[in-house]
C-alpha cells in the first residue's frame, strides 16, 4: 500500500490501549488528525484491569514476603512493648483502592499526554462501517468519522466457559479480583499460566491458602522448563498446593464458596476461585468482517510483520491480533503501524528480539531463542546456566532461588537468547536483550564491565564461560 500524506491524514484508532495510544502519539508526531475511540477508558485493559493493576498488587505481595526474607539475614521486627512480630497482615481493600487509584491516574497521565500533543479522544464503543468510515456510539449520541487509516486495537477479555461462569463475587476473572471486601480465605486457581501463576502467588503473598489447579504437568508450561521449574518448587515450598494434571470440568457456587470439579472426578473447594483460562480476542461486531478484514480461526484480526490487514489503509495491533500478547508488543506494532501507514521508515516486527517477564517472586524474563529451540535441534547453540546463589550480592539479599541462562550460537558465540529467574528479572534481562538485538558474541559481554558485586555480574560470568575454545 501506498502511505498516505501524514499532514492531510485522519487517523482513526479503535481502543484506547497500549497498541492505540502508543499509535497515536506517533501519528500526532507526524502530523496526522488523530482520533482515538475508547469505551473503557485510556490506557484499556492493560491499565485499568490487566498489567498495571495486577502488577501493583504483586508488588504489594512482594513486601510482605520481604518480612520473611529480613528474619533470614538477621533483621527482626518488634511492637512498641518489645514482642516480636511474625506476621504481616494485608488490608486487601485498602490494598485494592491504592492498585485502583493507581491504576486510574495512569489512565489519566496518558489520556493527559494525548491532549497535550493534539489527539482527539472520543468516549463510546467504535465500529467500522466502511474501511474509511467508523461509527462511535457513545453518552452523547452517535457520530460518523472519516478516516484515511484505521487502526483496530480493541484487545482482548477473559475466556469464559460455560461451565464456569463468573458471578464477580466467589467466581472471578482476573478483571474482577479489584472489587473483592475481604481476602479469599481459600482461592482456587484455575490455570497455571502466567496470568494464574502470578496472581496465585500474589495471593499466598498477601496471606491466603492457594490450591492452583494446572492441566499440565507443570507450571507454567509454555516457558523455559528450568525456569517453570523454580517457581514450581518455590510454590511448594511456600505453602500452596499445585494440582498437574488436573483439569479442571467445572465451577459453581456453593453456600459458603465454591466447588470446583475435576475431569477425573476429585473436587476441590474453597471460598473463591479464579479463573484465568485464557483470553478472546475483541474482534466480532464492530464491522470487521463486514468490510472484509480477515480473522483466524480463533477470531483474532490476521495481519502482517507491519500490522496491516487484509483490507487496505486498515491496521491492527495488540491483543486482538493474537501476535504475542505483550503490552510491549502490542505498543510497537502500533508505532509500526503508524509510521509505516503514514510514510515514516519503519522496520518490521521483529518477535525475536522481544524480552518478556513473568511476575512471579522470583520473576521470570525471557528473550530470544529458547531451550525448546536447542533440544529440538533448531537452534545449533552452546546453554549456560548459572544459579545465582553463588553470587555474592544474591547472597547478601538472601537469594537463594533462580539462575541466569544464556544461549550462545556455535561458532560465532553470538547471544542468541537468555533467561533471569531473579528478584527484578525484569531489569536483569535488558543487557541479555542489548545482546541479542545487537548481536553481541559472549566475549564482547564479558569483557563489559558490570559492578561489583551486583546481580548482573552473572550475565558477564555466564559470557565468560561461554568462551569458544578453538
Given at each position: 500500500?501506498?502511505?498516505?500524506?501524514?499532514?492531510?491524514?485522519?487517523?482513526?484508532?479503535?481502543?484506547?490501549?497500549?497498541?492505540?495510544?502508543?499509535?497515536?502519539?506517533?501519528?500526532?508526531?507526524?502530523?496526522?488528525?488523530?482520533?482515538?475511540?475508547?469505551?473503557?477508558?485510556?490506557?484499556?485493559?492493560?491499565?485499568?484491569?490487566?498489567?498495571?493493576?495486577?502488577?501493583?498488587?504483586?508488588?504489594?505481595?512482594?513486601?510482605?514476603?520481604?518480612?520473611?526474607?529480613?528474619?533470614?539475614?538477621?533483621?527482626?521486627?518488634?511492637?512498641?512493648?518489645?514482642?516480636?512480630?511474625?506476621?504481616?497482615?494485608?488490608?486487601?481493600?485498602?490494598?485494592?483502592?491504592?492498585?485502583?487509584?493507581?491504576?486510574?491516574?495512569?489512565?489519566?497521565?496518558?489520556?493527559?499526554?494525548?491532549?497535550?500533543?493534539?489527539?482527539?479522544?472520543?468516549?463510546?464503543?467504535?465500529?467500522?462501517?466502511?474501511?474509511?468510515?467508523?461509527?462511535?456510539?457513545?453518552?452523547?449520541?452517535?457520530?460518523?468519522?472519516?478516516?484515511?487509516?484505521?487502526?483496530?486495537?480493541?484487545?482482548?477479555?477473559?475466556?469464559?466457559?460455560?461451565?464456569?461462569?463468573?458471578?464477580?463475587?466467589?467466581?472471578?476473572?482476573?478483571q474482577q479480583i479489584y472489587d473483592l471486601r475481604e481476602l479469599p480465605e481459600r482461592l482456587v486457581v484455575v490455570g497455571s499460566g502466567v496470568t494464574g501463576a502470578e496472581l496465585a502467588q500474589a495471593y499466598l503473598g498477601l496471606g491466603s491458602e492457594v490450591v492452583l489447579v494446572s492441566s499440565r504437568d507443570r507450571v507454567l508450561p509454555g516457558e523455559d522448563p528450568d525456569?517453570?521449574?523454580?517457581?514450581?518448587?518455590?510454590?511448594?515450598?511456600?505453602?500452596?498446593?499445585?494440582?498437574?494434571?488436573?483439569?479442571?470440568?467445572?465451577?459453581?457456587?456453593?453456600?459458603?464458596?465454591?466447588?470446583?470439579?475435576?475431569?477425573?472426578?476429585?473436587?476441590?473447594?474453597?471460598?473463591?476461585?479464579?479463573?484465568?483460562?485464557?483470553?478472546?480476542?475483541?474482534?466480532?461486531?464492530?464491522?470487521?468482517?463486514?468490510?472484509?478484514?480477515?480473522?483466524?480461526?480463533?477470531?483474532?484480526?490476521?495481519?502482517?510483520?507491519?500490522?496491516?490487514?487484509?483490507?487496505?489503509?486498515?491496521?491492527?495491533?495488540?491483543?486482538?491480533?493474537?501476535?504475542?500478547?505483550?503490552?510491549?508488543?502490542?505498543?510497537?506494532?502500533?508505532?509500526?503501524?503508524?509510521?509505516?501507514?503514514?510514510?515514516?521508515?519503519?522496520?518490521?516486527?521483529?518477535?525475536?528480539?522481544v524480552s518478556a517477564n513473568i511476575f512471579t517472586d522470583p520473576e521470570i524474563a525471557t528473550v530470544g531463542i529458547t531451550q525448546k529451540d536447542v533440544d529440538e535441534d533448531r537452534v545449533d547453540a552452546e546453554v549456560l546456566m548459572l544459579p545465582l546463589a553463588r553470587n555474592p550480592r544474591a547472597k547478601m539479599l538472601g537469594i537463594t532461588d533462580g539462575f541466569v541462562k544464556?544461549?550462545?550460537?556455535?561458532?560465532?558465540?553470538?547471544?542468541?537468547?537468555?533467561?533471569?529467574?531473579?528478584?527484578?528479572?525484569?531489569?536483569?534481562?535488558?543487557?541479555?536483550?542489548?545482546?541479542?538485538?545487537?548481536?553481541?558474541?559472549?566475549?564482547?559481554?564479558?569483557?563489559?564491565?558490570?559492578?561489583?558485586?551486583?546481580?548482573?555480574?552473572?550475565?558477564?560470568?555466564?559470557?565468560?564461560?561461554?568462551?569458544?575454545?578453538?
Amino acid at each position: 500500500m501506498g502511505a498516505v500524506s501524514a499532514r492531510s491524514s485522519r487517523v482513526v484508532i479503535l481502543g484506547g490501549g497500549p497498541g492505540g495510544y502508543e499509535a497515536a502519539l506517533v501519528g500526532a508526531h507526524l502530523g496526522a488528525d488523530v482520533t482515538v475511540v475508547e469505551r473503557t477508558g485510556i490506557g484499556g485493559a492493560a491499565v485499568l484491569t490487566d498489567c498495571v493493576p495486577s502488577k501493583a498488587l504483586i508488588s504489594t505481595a512482594d513486601y510482605m514476603s520481604g518480612f520473611e526474607t529480613v528474619a533470614d539475614l538477621g533483621v527482626h521486627l518488634e511492637d512498641h512493648e518489645g514482642d516480636e512480630v511474625t506476621d504481616a497482615v494485608a488490608d486487601l481493600p485498602e490494598v485494592n483502592r491504592r492498585v485502583v487509584a493507581l491504576a486510574r491516574a495512569q489512565s489519566r497521565d496518558i489520556r493527559t499526554r494525548l491532549g497535550e500533543v493534539g489527539v482527539r479522544v472520543v468516549d463510546g464503543a467504535g465500529s467500522l462501517t466502511s474501511p474509511t468510515s467508523v461509527r462511535v456510539e457513545g453518552e452523547d449520541g452517535t457520530e460518523e468519522l472519516g478516516a484515511d487509516v484505521v487502526l483496530v486495537a480493541t484487545g482482548a477479555a477473559p475466556r469464559v466457559m460455560d461451565t464456569a461462569v463468573p458471578d464477580g463475587e466467589r467466581i472471578l476473572t482476573w478483571q474482577q479480583i479489584y472489587d473483592l471486601r475481604e481476602l479469599p480465605e481459600r482461592l482456587v486457581v484455575v490455570g497455571s499460566g502466567v496470568t494464574g501463576a502470578e496472581l496465585a502467588q500474589a495471593y499466598l503473598g498477601l496471606g491466603s491458602e492457594v490450591v492452583l489447579v494446572s492441566s499440565r504437568d507443570r507450571v507454567l508450561p509454555g516457558e523455559d522448563p528450568d525456569a517453570a521449574t523454580v517457581i514450581e518448587d518455590v510454590f511448594r515450598k511456600r505453602g500452596m498446593e499445585v494440582l498437574g494434571r488436573s483439569r479442571m470440568a467445572s465451577v459453581e457456587r456453593t453456600s459458603d464458596g465454591v466447588l470446583v470439579r475435576l475431569v477425573d472426578g476429585r473436587e476441590v473447594t474453597g471460598s473463591h476461585a479464579l479463573l484465568a483460562v485464557g483470553s478472546v480476542p475483541l474482534t466480532h461486531g464492530i464491522g470487521l468482517e463486514e468490510v472484509g478484514v480477515d480473522l483466524l480461526p480463533s477470531g483474532h484480526v490476521a495481519v502482517d510483520r507491519v500490522s496491516r490487514t487484509s483490507v487496505r489503509g486498515v491496521y491492527a495491533a495488540g491483543d486482538c491480533t493474537g501476535v504475542l500478547p505483550l503490552a510491549s508488543v502490542a505498543a510497537m506494532q502500533g508505532r509500526i503501524a503508524m509510521s509505516h501507514a503514514l510514510g515514516d521508515a519503519v522496520a518490521p516486527l521483529n518477535l525475536g528480539v522481544v524480552s518478556a517477564n513473568i511476575f512471579t517472586d522470583p520473576e521470570i524474563a525471557t528473550v530470544g531463542i529458547t531451550q525448546k529451540d536447542v533440544d529440538e535441534d533448531r537452534v545449533d547453540a552452546e546453554v549456560l546456566m548459572l544459579p545465582l546463589a553463588r553470587n555474592p550480592r544474591a547472597k547478601m539479599l538472601g537469594i537463594t532461588d533462580g539462575f541466569v541462562k544464556l544461549f550462545a550460537q556455535k561458532g560465532s558465540g553470538a547471544v542468541v537468547g537468555g533467561v533471569v529467574v531473579a528478584p527484578r528479572a525484569s531489569e536483569l534481562i535488558f543487557p541479555v536483550t542489548l545482546a541479542v538485538q545487537h548481536r553481541l558474541n559472549v566475549d564482547q559481554v564479558a569483557s563489559t564491565f558490570t559492578v561489583y558485586p551486583s546481580l548482573s555480574g552473572s550475565v558477564a560470568e555466564a559470557a565468560r564461560r561461554l568462551h569458544p575454545i578453538a
